[in-house]
Structure formats: C-alpha cells, structure tokens
C-alpha cells in the first residue's frame, strides 16, 4: 500500500494573480447576488453557481465532470464596477506612491543611487540575505526615494501622501482625495525596472494589480452552504461577503451608468471599498468589523488562516488522523515498561495494513475468513476489517462475506488486519512537552475499556490515573514500524536527553519495596523468599544461606542482587544518608553505603537514589553500559521484586502516622508562643523606633525580614520536634526518607506547625483596611494577624488560619495557571525558533539555509543524553576499566565525594513556600477529580 | 533640525548634557562647534580640558558608514589622550601530565576535547602510572567518548528546545531571590528564563556583582568607599532642600555625617548643582548651607530649580541605584540594584576581570558578542540551577548561539530568531500569518521546503533524523523472480 512518496514537492513559489488571470481562470462570471431558486437549486452565474465546483452528493460539477471530493472546485469572479483597494497591501500602495513621481512614475533616486541600491541588493542575495533582510532594505530604498521633493527624471514637484487608515490616500496640500483609480493609474506607470530597485518582482506582481478590478471568488468547496435540520440552508461567512460584494456592485455599476450624482456614485464606491476590505480582513483596525445578522463578527479571509484556530496552525501544522485511539488509562505492574495494554474493543477498529504475498496468503486468507469479529473462545484473536483490491477497492468484511472475500484474495491485495499483540503503537499523553511524550510501545489486547502501561512510565508522560486520558496511533508502513521500534520504544528513552540521568524508573512503592527488601539486611525465609520471587520469571534463585539452627534464609541484599548483571559494580550513598560529617562507609549505621561488586549488593539500602526515576544510579549505569534491552529487564524485574517485598511486608500510612506524644506537642506549642512573643517584641521595637534598621532596607522591610526569619525558625523547629518523634520506623516517615513519596516538610506541616503563609513571597497584607481580617486590631503587625498559622494540619486550622491557607493556596492555583499559559508560548517560540537545527555530517550544527550555529554540538559534539551527569565520560569507569581495582587504591575514587545526583534538588531542598505551591500542583488533578473541597 | 537634535548628537558622541547645551549657546550646528578653536570654546564657558576633549570627540567622528565598525567601548575609551587597550590574553599553561597525555594523543591520532584530557591528567597527577597506562588510559577514553558522540542528523534544535520548555511548567512564577545576604532583589524562575530568551534591553531587576581587587577586597572602609562611587547619590539623600519664598531662594542643609559618609566635600556639591542648567551660575556656599538665589523674582522659576535640584545627581553611576557590600570568602565585593557596566569598569579598586552584571544586551554592548553569549549561558544555566531543575548546558549553548549568531543579541520569538527564518510557510505558521503571506506574493517568494514546519504543512516528511537521508535501492533485475 504505501510504496513511499515518488515525488516529491521542491519549491512553492507566491506570487499575486493580476486581473486578466482572474478573468482567464475563472469558471464563470458572477452578476447575481442571490445563490438558490425557489426549487433549492443553484442559480447559474450565481454565487453557488454549479460551474465552481459541488458540495451535494450526486450532483456533477458543471466544469470539470466530477462528483463532490473528487472536483477540487473552481474559481469564478467578480467584474468590479470601480476599482478597489486591496487592504493588505495598503502600507506596499504607500510607499510606492511616496517613492515614485506623481508625474512620470519613475523611481525618484539617481540613476548612479538605483545603480548601488541594485549593486547592493544582488550582492546580499549573493550572500544569502532572507526576504526578511532584502524587505528591510527595499524599505530603506524607497524611504530614501521618498524624501525629494522633485522628480529628477520629469521635474515635478511631489505632494506628500497621507494614509487616512484604512484605506484611503489623501495629497496633503489640499486634502483631495486619491480614488482608487487615481492610485492604480500611478501605480501603473512605474517601469518594471524600478520596480525591482523596490525588491518587487513584475514577473509575479505588478503594483496595479494591488487595486483590484475583478475580484477571484472562492470555489463553493471553500465555503460550503449547510441544510439545518428544519431545511432552512445556512451560508458560510464568506458567501455572506460576497452577497455584499455583489449587491453593492451592482448598485454602483446601475447609478454611475445612470450618470448619478457624483456624491452618491463615491459614496457607493466607499461602500464596495468597505465590502472588499472586511472581505479579506474582518479585524482591519479602523473600520468596524462587518457582522453576522446575529451580531457576531463575520469570520472572512484574515480570520481563517490566523490564529490558532486558523488553517495553518489548526489545519496544516497538525492534522487529524485515522488509526488512532484515546480512551482513560489506568495501571498494569504486570505489563514490560515496553508494553501498552489495548482493550480488544478498540483492538477490533485499529487495523494493520499487511500486503499480500505469495509467503502469507495462506494465513491471512484464513485471517480474513474470520471476519470482522471471530469468536472470543479461545482469547482473541485479530479479524480483518477491509480488504483493499490490487486496484484500489475497498471491500468492506462482513460476517456473511467472510469467506467469499478470503477465497478471492491474491497476490498484490492488501488486507486491513485488525491488532494483535505485538504490534508497534505510538502512545502519547498532551501536552507533549518534549519527545518522551510519544514513545512507542508494544501492544498486549486485553479485556476492559481502558489502555494500561507499567507505572515507570507514568514520568515521561507525567501521567496519573486520577482519569487522564491518552492517545494511541497504529503505524502503518514498515519503515516507520522500523523507525519506531529503533528510535522511539520505551527502553531507548530511559535516558532524557534534558539531564542524561534515567527518566524512568521505579516510582512510589517500588521504592519504598527495594527500601524494606535491602534496609539492614533482612533474612527471609523460604516461603517468604518464594513469594516475593514469584511473580519473577526466568530468574536463578541463589543458595540459601543457613542460620546456627540449620534453617536456611536468604537475605533481602542476595535477593536484590538477583536482578542486577553478573559484572555490575558501582558505589554510591543512598537518598537515607544522613551527611555525616566523616562517612563510616560500609560501617554507616544507617546502612546508606551502596557498595555493589560483580553483581552482589554487599552493603547499603536501595532506594531512590538507586533505582528511582531521574536519580537512580543503578538504572543510569545499566542503562548506558549494558544497552537498552538489558535496562529494561532490570526495571521489569526489580519493579516487581520491589513490589513482592512491599507486599511481603505490608504497608500502610493514615494520618495516625503523624501522631506525636503529648509533650512533643507540647514543645511546639511552647516554642510557638516563644517565636510569637519575640515577633510582637520586634513589632513593639519597630513602634517605638528602638529597632535596627538593615543597610539599604526600610524601617517595615527591616521588620517583614525580622519577622519572617523568626517565624521560619519556629516552623523548622516544630519540624524538628516532630521529626524527632517520628522514627524510621514510620511509614510516612519511610517514604519521604527514601524518596517514594513525600518529604519532611509535609509531615511536619501534618505533625508540628504548618508555618507562616505567603503571598507573593511576603507575610499577608491585604484584605480589610489596615488589617487582614475583621478578628484583628488595625495595624496589628503580630505573628497571627500576618498569617501565621501555630496548629498543625492534624489538630486542625482555627478559622483564621484556615482562611490564611486558602489565601496562600489561591496563590498557589492561580499561578499554576498563569505558568502553564506563559511557558507553553515560550516553549512554542523556542520550538518555532530551533526545529530547523540539525547536526550535519561534519559535527556542525546548522539550519536550513547552511548558517553555522555552532562548530561543535556542545563544544564536544556528546549526546547529552548519553552524558555521564553532563560530563563526557565518565571518569570512575575509566579507571576502573583500565587500572581494576586497583582504582580505589591508586587514586582514592572512593575517597573523593562521590558524584553529585541529578537533579538532587529537584522538588527537594526547596524553599517552603516553593515546596507548597510545587505540591499543589502535584494534587491539583487530584482535587479535581474528587469534587474539590 | 533643533537645538534639541544637536544636543542629542553631542551626546551620543560622549560630550555631557551640560557642556553640550553651553557649546549650544553659541553654535548652531555641528560643523560650526568642530570648525571652532579651543580658545573659542572656552569663551562660552568651558574648561580647556573639556573644550579640548569636545573637540576631540567631534572632530573624531568618521563619516556615517564607517560608524557601526567601530566598538563603542572604544570610544569610551578614558578621557585623557587614548592609549592603546591593554591587551588581555593570558594563555592557559598545561601541567605535565596534559604535556604527556596530549603527546600520546597526538602520536595515536586521538583527538578528544581538551577538557576530558585536562580531567584524566588532573586526577592521575599524583600516581605513578607507567607510559603503557598513560596510553591505555587515552584509548579507553577515547572509546567512551567517541561512542557518547551525537548522532548523525539528530535534530539538536528541537531537543534543546525541549529540554527547555518542559522545565518550564515546573517553575515558579514569582520567586525573588536575595543575593547574598545583601538583600537584593532579582527576578528568578519561569519569568526571568523568559526575559533571558526575549533578550530584552533592560532586565526587570538589573543587578551586578562587583568582585573588588587590592586594598579594597581587604579593607571595608575602602570597599565602601568604593561602593559610594558607584551608587547613585541625589541631593535628597545627602541633604535638605528648603524653599525661602521670601528671600526667592533654596536653602540646601546638607548633612555632615552622611556627606562624609559618601567622601564628599561641600565644594563637590556647589560644582555639581552648579553645573544643573537650570540653576547655572547660581550656586552659592555660605558657611553649613548652599544658597541657590533665584535670577529672577518668580514662583513659577523657583519651583523649577527646586524641582531640577532636589532629585540631581551628586555622585555615582548612573542606573544603579543601590549598592551593597558583601563578603565572600574573605574579600569584599559589592551587589548593585541596576547596571551600568560600561562606567562601573572604570572605578578603581574594581576587579574589572571579574564584574558580572545580568543585563546581556549590556555586556553584549560592552564586552562584545561572545561575551553576551557566555552571559545567556550563565544567566539561563543559574535561573534553572536556583529553581533545582537539571539540563545539560549543551541544550543553553545552542540556544545562546543562536540568539548571537548574526553578531547581535536576538530574541527567540516573532522580532527575532522565528521572524528571520527563510521559509515563508514556516514564519506564516508562527505568527502573523497574512501579512508574511501578502508579502511573500508581492515579492515572488520562492519556499524552498527545507525546514521542519514546511514540509509538514506540505505533508512530506521532514529534513532531520532519519528525513534527512535517502537511501535509494535499485534491485538487480530478476532477483526477485
């Protein structure tokens, strides 16, 4: 079916269309501005007149024979009575005028100025000067021309030339009035020749033509009429347009024949003036849009290609397409990270074009006799939809033709094969904000309604299951079948090219899992060990190790250290370091040594910092040294180890988690009061004038940054308290230590003090006069009355705080909202700006005219996402490859800190007001799902 | 053309406001001030050293064309008689082991960027590794790095694009940052990265870092000292400005601890007022006070000069309206509130090498193209790095290069890179779709179908990846058969 694309366009050249080639292409010309008869059929030289094309089925396009889709459609035209301007070339009109004598029509330069001009201009084009530059000089050109007062060819003196927007000329010295006609016949007298000293090609666009005597009309395929239900036809706004058009031409053309006052024939030819602006740009500024009987404004040429909803954004730049599915998606830990899970229901619609050859006509015959729909009793199994004839038919599969269409396929047919498991997909999830948004997955049909994919791959989507939605495209040629598989599965994006650090990886619980399978060391014995292996296929098991009883066990660390490759060694600390001022190493009490030689997991916890997504050193190491395939065998497998130990061991977190003893509570609240005491001391001191100012702040700004820092300390100190009385073995405490999920400060938020609320950065200010909320004193400047909030999220907001949290929260909201618009056109405009970047095959980086943008991609021409944390290669192994061992020895590896992580702030070590609006945005979904509050 | 035009083309040529008016007083236009003498300039009122300088300047001139060649920051060039810039180009020493590896390099035909083979010396410079290490050491590397290069092809524009833009709907919209402990406010987050590729001529907060050299690093009494050269000191700030209505004078009280404070001298401040055009001439000490006495008996003239004197400039460069000291890792430097490079290189006790300002088009101004470029880097590298989100500086090196490609600073989006690109089709599709199309008509474009957006509007497949080869396969005839 697809044999490639033979042709290919090369160039499209713009250029006007004068009259005369209005008039010779036309199919007919209009004169009735009415478009039906009573019979509901289209009057000829009408503007539905069948000679331009049809858009009922059945009909016949008078001109060229065909029925509707296969008749392009034709254009006619108008005669216009007088003629008139083109607005969108009102400000070119203008500068010709200005530029060229009134009298002669020349150039007004000297033949030695128009000699370097041209020298100049055919030089830049040498040179390879865009339109852009070439437009910009043209510009300069006819400025400069525009400045005598006298022709230098003729002698006559000029008048200046005002624009009276939008589209009328006026001569300044005594206001008269240019017509349209005046205007065309200058335009007519400049000599070709200078016009190309104006950047102007005669050959495409002679200047007159900007004033237009016949007007093309569109092909009724342009701007179809549609039947509503109740029979009444309704017409597209370009057909309005014209009606418009026509009638005022027509009125002209009878009055100016009748030898009508010369008031009246101008005031028409206004008319017709105005018809034809609106009828190209409905938004010219200046004039008022012409509206639909409705009052909306029409939406004519301008409006139709502009814009984001217009014909090239919406229409060209990104068009709709068949073989594609969207529905809900939902989690599968079952499925390969590579997999996509389809619901046979939509499995039975997307179809595979496979051609037919004389190697599998015997199997897709029996394919196609099983029709549409065969039967679901042994699982499903594909059906074919359409069979396409070697000429071109289509036969459409049905139960009863099953068997006739399957016994006269031959060679040269191609068959429409509905999906199976295996097939590559695309699938994607908006906004696609960079390429992990569509990768390339491989299908698995199943049951129910929705499409499933493992939960690593939840980070470059930035998926959730709260009733997101994604999209799935069939391809539908091998080579991009081929081009798919290779550049765009799941496995060859582990790395993102943004940091080169994994961007998949384990997520939530597979963390938390890995933590409780690896953390100290626990022993298992055989039936737990089996049943958190189980769900692992193809795996060796190792020897058990036997205790002083004689029972055997294995260790969470020899277990873990099934899925890792035989040779793997790598040295890292774990995201439950705690930055010791001297690391023990391998004798670190909280086992955050990561110490992993030939494949056995010697000593350590794996946590995020292992194997979690955009951290995990384990996964980026894999992922580089041993290839992709093997990178996602270790994902699959220790996914599911992890979530064999989470299961093993049993998890839970509620809010019962947050629970501190009584005088934990206690020490918070008297800390609390402590910081709020020294706050109205400092607001005391700054009433009576006692208090220091800081160098190059004011008085209040001195207070504010006082306040704000005591109040801080009081936050960090409950989260202090509370963290103390939260010990490891805490779930929730679990989980934000290992990176699964959560951090400190949201639980010492629930637990101690959820802190001072800001808007804008600052404490809160606004609301009532003089003060925050009616509760307060006016002018109380105290801890409380600024949006302090003493109560934890546990014990619960008095009613002040509360409405102080909503008021940081609505920040919160909003500015998600006003980021996500802002950074989305940024993202557009650094697209627009960068796609046509490439790196040629001499290491350069190009764009398509040839500019050198850079010598060297990167000043090394490295992959970034083949970087070793942004670095070309990696050291470590260097060593390690090339002096063994001995590395550590000689040259101190481990002394040396161990490399720095990516993005280790990332969501991290943010400030607290940060960290809260970045959380918000995390549930912000969420929220919406459950109703909101 | 108007006095107001001259004054104006005086100006851009470096001649003062003051100086410029007065040189107005008499001559008309510019041929008349450059056909003048120095005793005649000095009729009108001014100095020899200034007429001289004036001269100088416009004199100096080259006709038009010649203009955009020459740097500005040569013609800013001290005010004294110009002598030739100092010529700063300090090449890197390599140790003894880069000696050693590059040579192993060279002789194995190896050619690695300088930095892995400085990184590798650098961590092996204490061992003792024999020369057959040395050599497996640079083939090994060379094999990693060769293996990390990028592909053939790869469409590095959309990528770093990418890598760009989606961090950005993770930023914050409002989050200020205070440098240092000074206590200064700079734009962070999703609006600064948007400033940085808008290239726009004033940053919304204008900052600088002055790092300071010799006794002023050490001593801050010095450094703050320097620090009151730079900012911007008004009258207000330094004194009081009474209006005696009846006498029909100004009654300027300055105050002695914070005129010393700044190193003025009551003198300094009669020269300065003095030479306000509207108070000219006027400007009297009289023991504690300065007295401004009106010319002539008018309300209207009174509130004219108190307006004129009470906001003047009395020391300090111009745009930075604060400066802060601050110390890091034992010396001194200053954090400013606005920017102004250009005079801010010229204090003394500044460490000129080492000054950092977040204006690009300014550094791009005063430093040149290459240096703008390095300031997007770092500008664009910091922003990310305080909001804690990780990309690979290659990603920003394109975009840097880009945007300073042709010479000047260009903004991504419609006034610049998009707005030039040579496709029609593709500028149409950006942004003012119709007006790029008309244009496109009159002129006979000719869209050549090479870039990204082009093809796909046309529906054929695009000029990167794995577009951008041909693979044409002829099968032999009867093979298939």
């Known amino acids: 079916m697809m044999r490639g694309i033979t042709k290919r366009i090369g160039s499209i050249k713009f250029s006007c269309v004068s009259p005369d080639e209005i008039r010779r292409m036309s199919a007919t010309k209009i004169i009735t501005a009415d478009t039906y008869d009573d019979e509901g059929y289209p009057i000829e030289m009408g503007l539905m007149d069948p000679h331009m094309g049809v858009i009922e089925p059945g009909l016949r396009c008078k001109t060229c024979g065909c029925k509707v889709d296969e008749c392009p459609g034709h254009f006619g035209h108008i005669d216009l009575a007088m003629p008139v301007i083109h607005v969108g070339f009102i400000k070119d009109i203008k500068l010709m005028l200005e530029s060229t004598c009134r009298n002669c029509g020349r150039i007004m330069l000297t033949a030695e100025q128009i000699e370097s001009r041209r020298g100049d201009m055919s030089e830049m084009r040498d040179l390879g000067g865009g339109t852009i530059e070439l437009k910009n000089f043209s510009k300069e050109t006819a400025k400069d021309a525009s400045n005598k007062g006298v022709c230098p060819y003729c002698g006559t003196e000029q008048i200046k030339i005002k624009l009276d927007k939008p589209t009328t000329f006026r001569e300044v010295d005594d206001n008269h009035k240019l017509t349209p006609k005046e205007v065309r016949e200058r335009l007519e007298r400049i000599p070709d020749e200078d016009l190309k000293t104006l950047g102007m090609d005669p050959a495409t666009c002679r200047p007159e033509w900007m004033v237009l005597t016949a007007l093309a009309v569109p092909p009724v395929t342009v701007r179809p009429s549609i039947t509503l239900d109740s029979g009444d036809r309704s017409e597209d706004d370009l057909t309005h347009k014209l009606v418009d058009v026509l009638r005022i031409n027509q009125r002209l053309r009878e009055n100016r024949d009748a030898g009508a006052p010369q008031l009246i024939v101008e005031d028409l030819w206004e008319l017709l003036q105005y018809h034809v602006t609106t009828y190209f740009d409905n938004q010219t500024s200046g004039i008022p849009p012409a509206r639909h009987r409705s009052g909306r404004p029409l939406k004519t040429l301008a409006q139709r290609l502009k814009g984001k909803e217009g014909r090239f954004r919406s229409n060209l730049s990104g068009k709709r397409v068949n073989f594609s599915a969207r529905t809900v998606i939902s989690p599968d830990p079952l499925l390969s990270i590579n997999e996509v899970g389809v619901p046979f229901i939509a499995a039975r619609e997307l179809t595979v074009p496979v051609h037919v050859n004389e190697h599998n006509i015997g199997k897709l015959r029996e394919i196609v006799a099983r029709g549409p729909a065969p039967s679901m009793e042994n699982g499903y199994r594909p059906g074919v939809n359409y069979v396409i004839r070697s000429d071109g038919r289509r036969i459409r599969v049905t139960d009863r033709n099953a068997e006739e269409v399957a016994e006269n396929i031959d060679i040269d047919y191609t068959i429409e094969r509905q999906l199976m498991d295996g097939d590559v997909v695309l699938f994607n999830r908006q906004p696609s904000l960079h390429r992990m948004s569509m990768m390339a997955h491989r299908v698995r049909i199943m049951d129910g309604r929705t499409f499933r994919f493992n939960l690593c791959d939840c980070p470059p989507y930035n998926a959730d299951f709260d009733g997101d939605e994604m999209n799935l495209h069939v391809l539908q040629s091998d080579e991009a079948r081929a081009e798919a598989r290779i550049l765009m599965q799941v496995q060859e994006n582990i790395l993102s090219p943004r940091y080169g650090g994994p961007i998949i990886g384990a997520i939530h619980d597979h963390i938390t899992g890995a933590y409780f399978l690896t953390h100290d060391n626990p022993r298992f014995d055989r039936f737990e060990a089996m049943n958190i292996l189980s769900k692992m296929q193809g795996i060796e098991i190792p020897k058990p190790m036997a205790d002083d009883d004689g029972n055997e066990y294995w260790t969470g660390r020899q277990l873990f250290s099934i899925v890792l490759p035989n040779d793997f060694r790598t040295t890292f600390k774990a995201n439950i370091c705690q930055n010791c001022d001297v690391c023990t190493r391998e004798n670190c009490p909280f086992d955050a040594y990561v110490k992993i030689r030939n494949g056995q997991l010697l000593c350590g916890t794996i946590d995020a910092k292992g194997i979690g997504n955009s951290k995990g050193k384990i996964l980026d190491r894999i992922a580089r040294d041993y290839g992709s395939d093997r990178a996602a065998r270790f994902i699959n497998e220790v996914t599911r180890l992890a979530l064999g130990a989470i299961m093993n061991h049993g998890f839970s977190t509620g809010i019962g988690d947050e629970d501190i003893p009584e005088e934990a509570a206690l020490q918070i609240t008297n800390y609390n009061q402590e910081c709020i005491g020294q706050v109205s001391d400092l607001v005391d001191s700054f009433q009576n004038g006692t208090l220091d100012q800081m160098p190059g702040r004011s008085l209040r700004e001195t207070l504010e940054v006082r306040v704000m820092k005591v109040l801080g300390q009081a936050r960090d100190e409950a989260g202090r308290v509370a963290g103390k009385h939260l010990g490891l073995s805490n779930p929730a405490v679990i989980m934000a230590k290992s990176g699964a999920r959560g951090s400190m400060l949201n639980l010492s938020q629930m637990a101690g003090c959820v802190g001072q609320q800001a808007v804008r950065g600052e404490r809160l200010a606004r609301g009532y006069w003089n003060r925050t909320l009616p509760h307060f004193h006016k002018g109380d400047l105290g801890a409380y009355a600024r949006g302090f909030c003493s109560n934890s999220y546990k014990t619960g907001l008095n009613p002040t705080e509360f409405f102080f949290h909503a008021m940081g929260g609505r920040e919160g909201l909003v500015d998600t909202a006003v980021r996500t618009s802002r950074s989305g056109y940024m993202q557009r405009r650094l697209v627009s700006a960068l796609e046509d970047l490439k790196l040629t095959s001499d290491g350069t980086v190009r764009n398509t005219v040839g500019t050198v943008i850079q010598f060297k991609y990167g000043e090394d021409g490295v992959d970034p996402s083949r970087t070793v944390r942004g670095k070309a290669i990696d050291l470590d192994d260097l060593f390690a490859e090339v002096l063994g061992d001995d590395a550590d020895k000689l040259l101190g590896v481990d002394d040396r800190d161990i490399g720095d992580d990516y993005g280790s702030r990332e969501k991290d070590e943010m400030e607290y007001t940060e960290e809260e609006e970045g959380e918000d945005y995390d549930d912000l979904d969420t929220d919406f799902e459950g109703g909101g509050e | ?481």
């Open chain 2, 1 to 481: 053309m108007a006095k107001k035009d001259t004054i104006k083309a005086l100006v851009s040529r470096d001649i003062s406001e003051e100086v410029a008016e007065l040189l107005l007083t008499k001559y008309s236009t510019m041929s008349a001030i450059s056909a003048a003498s120095v005793e005649e300039l000095v009729e009108v009122g001014l100095s020899e050293d200034e007429a001289e300088a004036t001269l100088s300047k416009i004199g100096k001139r080259a006709p038009r064309a010649a203009k955009a060649e020459v740097p500005k920051t040569k013609k800013t060039v001290p005010e004294s008689k110009q002598e030739p810039l100092e010529e700063v180009f300090s090449q890197r020493v390599f140790t003894q082991a880069e000696n050693k590896l590059m040579e192993i390099a060279e002789r194995l035909g190896i050619s690695m960027p300088m930095k892995i083979i400085s990184d590798i010396a650098h961590a092996i410079e204490n061992c003792d590794l024999g020369d057959e290490v040395h050599e497996k050491l640079m083939v090994t590397a060379n094999r990693m790095y060769t293996s990390h290069l990028m592909d053939k092809n790869e469409s590095t524009g959309v990528m770093a694009a990418h890598s760009l833009g989606e961090p950005g709907t993770q930023m914050n919209m409002r989050t200020f940052h205070y440098a240092g402990v000074a206590n200064i406010n700079v734009t962070q987050g999703l609006p600064r990265l948007i400033e940085i590729v808008d290239a726009r001529r004033i940053p919304s907060t204008p900052s600088m870092e002055i790092p300071l050299i010799g006794i002023a690093a050490e001593d801050e009494s010095v450094a703050r000292h320097v620090a009151s050269e730079i900012e911007v000191t008004s009258l207000l700030d330094i004194a009081s400005v009474e209006t005696d209505i009846t006498n029909m004078r100004l009654i300027i009280t300055p105050n002695t601890r914070k005129i010393a404070s700044r190193n003025l001298k009551m003198e300094d401040i009669v020269e300065r007022l003095n030479k306000i055009k509207a108070v000219r001439g006027l400007v009297k000490l009289s023991g504690f006070q300065i007295v401004i006495t009106s010319d002539e008996p008018s309300y209207k003239r009174l509130q004219i000069m108190y307006d004129a004197v009470k906001n003047s400039k009395i020391k300090g460069i111009d745009g930075v309206a604060r400066a802060v000291l601050s110390k890091v890792g034992g010396s001194w430097k200053i954090i400013t509130e606005g920017s102004n490079l250009k005079e801010v290189l010229k204090i003394e006790g500044v460490n000129a090498n080492k000054v950092m300002t977040n204006s690009i088009l300014e550094v791009a101004d005063v430093l040149g193209i290459e240096a703008a470029r390095n300031s997007i880097i770092h500008e664009a590298m910091g922003t990310l790095g305080e909001a804690g989100l990780d990309v690979d500086i290659r990603h920003i090196m394109l975009v840097a290069d880009l945007m300073t490609n042709d010479g000047q600073v260009k903004a991504i989006g419609r006034h610049g890179v998009s707005g030039k690109k040579s496709s029609v089709l593709a500028r149409a599709a950006f942004e003012i779709t119709a007006a790029h199309l008309l244009h496109a008509a009159m002129v006979g474009e000719v869209d050549s179908l090479e870039g990204v957006t082009e093809n796909i509007i046309v529906g054929q497949p695009v000029t990167l990846g794995t577009g951008a080869v041909n693979l044409i396969y002829t099968p032999k005839k009867g093979e298939n058969e």
